[in-house]
């Protein structure tokens, strides 16, 4: 069974692109006023400056002109599916209601839940990525896991990237008891990010392969088959 994962799109621009992705291919939606025990289908109508800022507007129902009189700043939850058909989660506040639509501040994260094509395994400490991000010095991350699909790494913290961003020349370094494995990616593109938290304070990132020889895959597959194994041996004993 494939395993669920929440990629969270945080940056303005993956925000605003987003959006503009639901508000060209008019896809239909779900708003919850949990307070108000209002709910309703909307559909995301466009992306609007007003008094030098943006808002986003949405398809309003009758009857909620009283909504930000009663309940001042009032956040809603809304829910769509992109054009992949990935569920797209956000909250916003309602900043105005007009007479034909009603306007949202923009959010400010974006989640999409997805599935895992792969399966992932964590590694030992002490595994690194090494990699470039376009024309830029080299970069280090210590890896989290991996799957035959892509890695996922703890970036330093003076390193900026962003969802799509192209990067290349990747090497990864994986302790294996007595042996280490080594493998070289020629590129891969970011795939998630994971902001820091309370309990670790470095971003994580997702990568996905976009290039990998027969003998690296082959080489990584029965690394995560020998690593799985073991695994199970465990649970066993």
Avoid at 42 to 58: A, H, N, V
Avoid at 137 to 146: A, D, F, H, M
Wanted: charged share 25%; with cysteine.
């Amino acid at each position: 069974m494939a395993e669920q994962y929440t990629e969270v799109l945080s940056e303005n621009k993956s925000i605003t692109n987003a959006l503009q992705s639901m508000i060209e291919n008019r896809v239909v939606g779900k708003i919850d006023i949990p307070d108000a025990h209002l709910s309703w289908i909307t559909m995301l109508l466009e992306i609007t400056p007003l008094k030098g800022s943006y808002f986003l507007s949405i398809d309003r129902m009758e009857g909620i002109e009283s909504v930000p009189s009663a309940y001042p700043n009032r956040e809603v939850s809304l829910e769509f599916l992109d054009r992949g058909g990935v569920p797209c989660r956000f909250r916003a506040r309602i900043a105005e209601v007009r007479p034909n639509d009603l306007l949202l501040e923009l959010p400010t994260a974006i989640y999409r839940i997805q599935k895992r094509q792969y399966f992932r395994i964590d590694v030992p400490p002490g595994a690194e990525i090494i990699f470039r991000a376009g024309t830029s010095q080299e970069s280090k991350g210590e890896v989290k896991n991996i799957s035959e699909g892509g890695v996922a790494f703890y970036m330093e913290k003076d390193l900026n990237l962003e969802i799509g961003t192209l990067l290349i020349d990747i090497f990864l370094s994986i302790p294996d008891k007595t042996e280490c494995l080594s493998l070289r990616i020629p590129q891969a593109v970011v795939r998630r990010m994971v902001l820091p938290s309370f309990l670790n304070g470095r971003t994580l990132c997702a990568i996905e392969f976009l290039e990998m020889s027969m003998e690296t895959k082959d080489q990584l597959i029965a690394y995560i088959s020998k690593r799985q194994m073991g695994m199970i041996q465990k649970l066993k004993g």
